[in-house]
């Protein structure tokens, strides 16, 4: 009986699913934003049994796809940037998405409710200083105030008797930096950073496909694709600690909040920047190496806010991308210190996965601020706002809204920001995404823990497709460490 008893039990271990708790995986995916579900998706797909990770109840991280208004809205990336050599675009067009362009259209109201001159604002917004990059470099804002300042003088001279224009139009313009780069203020921003545009335009909607289309994409589960049979996923469970292996015959070890834990030869960290930030003394057993805790504290994570409000119906003017905001300086003087926040919003936006629905863009501390105060309070602020720049000057009153929604990027423990930027000292580090990107190695020089993530890839940080990149890569490094390929150089990962 006994003897029976062992040999079921044997049994039974033995035949255990291997989504047992203690079982072995070849890679555990920490993380099922983009660059953790491209890993996970490109592993299990070269036949590599993986587990995925993922702390919130859902995948896609700073990806968020919404039912909102009539359709979809994105609380998260809204667009493709570019479509050459684009992985996200790529995926689209496979898969017959017809994704569509949503170019700057720009108009611009007063806080006044006045219209400034449509044409000029617009002429003015499509400057392009980024061919005369300054050498060294300097801080964002002023290289274009000085530039812009030599724009006007030549080419509209007219201009410098309306100095309240000026100072009005630079502060628009600082916002509409922070809002791209999801900085605080545009001297925050350093010039020629390393960031590189893919070609093509610059805004593509997914729009009533929703961005998280690019998931269900990979994960074979679009169109009810019946996923993928090596990749076990586990949501609502969040990694507290990863054991870094020193011996080549130990496995990784990543323990879980809920008490679980789980061992596979490669581990593979795609947590956020802001994260890292706040846990990577406790996330490691061992404590990192210095280059990359020194690139954790010095690349910027920052925050770019929306909130959504739905409607009836559209009441505002078609084939406009922006209702840009501008204040005059003397209204915004009379705004009440507490009320600062509404002067920081850039403007209103449509989304293209919905149509009754307008998105307010905010960036910075502001964007932290928005995401503590009162639901009420945002909301009919937000509408006040919508009153005082489009409604008076369209004549209209501005509906009661029918749904909110507002993004909480910075207060979320899983992403702590939107996305990282090259700040005034990324000069003095130009090697801090690699640092970031390099793996812990086990003793015998192997990659044991690697890195992946938005913050890691030098040229296309900030974007899902950057991301997306850093997954591949990370997941191609393994694929190549394990099959022996002569490419494979540990010395190409050491610090
Ligand atoms: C408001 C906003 C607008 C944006 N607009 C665009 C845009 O238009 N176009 C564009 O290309 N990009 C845009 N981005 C940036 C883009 O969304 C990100 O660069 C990209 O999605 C980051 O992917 P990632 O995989 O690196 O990180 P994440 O998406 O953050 O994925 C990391 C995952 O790790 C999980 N996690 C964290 N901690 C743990 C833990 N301890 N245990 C387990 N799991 C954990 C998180 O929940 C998350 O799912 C925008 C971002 C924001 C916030």
């Not at 964002?140 to 000085?146: I, S």
């Not at 705004?335 to 209103?348: K, Q």
């Not at 509906?399 to 507002?406: A, E, H, K, S």
Request: hydrophobic share 40%; net charge negative; proline share 6%.
């Amino acid at each position: 009986m006994e003897f029976l008893l062992l040999v079921c039990v044997f049994g039974l271990a033995v035949a255990a699913p291997a989504d047992g708790p203690n079982a072995a995986y070849d890679t555990i995916v920490i993380g099922m934003g983009s660059a953790g579900t491209t890993a996970a998706t490109e592993l299990a797909q070269s036949g590599r049994k993986v587990l995925a990770l993922e702390a919130q109840d859902r995948i896609g991280g700073r990806v968020h796809t919404l039912p909102f208004g009539d359709g979809l809205v994105e609380l998260g990336a809204e667009w493709i940037h570019g479509n050459v050599s684009s992985r996200t675009y790529a995926l689209a067009t496979k898969h017959n998405i017809d994704t569509k362009l949503q170019p700057l259209m720009l108009d611009p109201y007063r806080s006044d409710g006045t219209k400034p001159d449509v044409a000029m604002v617009r002429e003015l917004v499509d400057l392009d200083f980024t061919e005369e990059q300054p050498n060294p470099p300097e801080a964002v804002g002023t290289f274009v105030t000085k530039k812009f300042m030599e724009y006007i003088t030549k080419n509209k001279p007219d201009l410098l008797k309306d100095q309240d224009f000026i100072t009005e139009f630079l502060e628009f313009s600082n916002l509409l930096t922070n809002n791209l780069e999801s900085s605080n203020d545009w001297n925050d921003v350093i010039t020629g950073g390393s960031y590189e545009h893919l070609g093509g335009p610059q805004a593509i909607s997914w729009h009533r496909h929703g961005y998280k289309a690019f998931f269900d994409i990979m994960l074979n589960k679009y169109n009810n694709g019946p996923g993928l049979p090596n990749l076990d996923i586990k949501l609502n469970t969040e990694v507290t600690r990863v054991v870094t292996p020193q011996h080549p015959n130990e496995t990784v070890t990543v323990e879980c909040k809920d008490g679980s834990s789980y061992t596979a030869k490669h581990a593979i960290v795609t947590v956020s920047l802001g994260v890292l930030k706040a846990k990577h003394t406790t996330l490691f057993s061992l404590p990192l190496p210095l280059e990359k805790q020194t690139a954790i504290e010095k690349v910027s994570m920052g925050v770019v806010g929306k909130v959504i409000l739905s409607f009836e119906k559209a009441w505002w003017p078609k084939d406009v991308t922006l209702f840009a905001f501008i204040w005059k300086g003397d209204d915004k003087k009379n705004v009440p210190a507490e009320d600062y926040w509404t002067t920081r919003i850039l403007g209103a936006h449509p989304p293209m996965g919905s149509s009754n629905t307008l998105t307010l863009w905010t960036s910075g501390e502001v964007a932290k601020q928005v995401e503590k105060l009162p639901e009420e309070i945002v909301k009919s602020k937000c509408v006040a706002l919508l009153q005082r720049f489009m409604g008076d000057a369209l004549k209209i009153t501005v509906p009661v809204p029918t749904g909110f929604l507002r993004s909480t990027w910075y207060l979320n423990p899983y992403t702590r920001g939107s996305y990282s930027y090259d700040n005034l000292e990324a000069p003095r580090y130009p090697l801090a995404r690699k640092w970031l990107s390099y793996p812990l190695l086990d003793s015998a020089g192997e990659p044991r823990v690697l890195f992946a993530g938005e913050a890691t890839n030098e040229r296309h940080f900030s974007t899902v497709h950057g991301a997306s990149e850093t997954g591949r890569r990370e997941a191609e490094r393994l694929l190549l460490m394990i099959r022996g390929d002569g490419n494979f150089n540990v010395k190409d990962f050491k610090l």
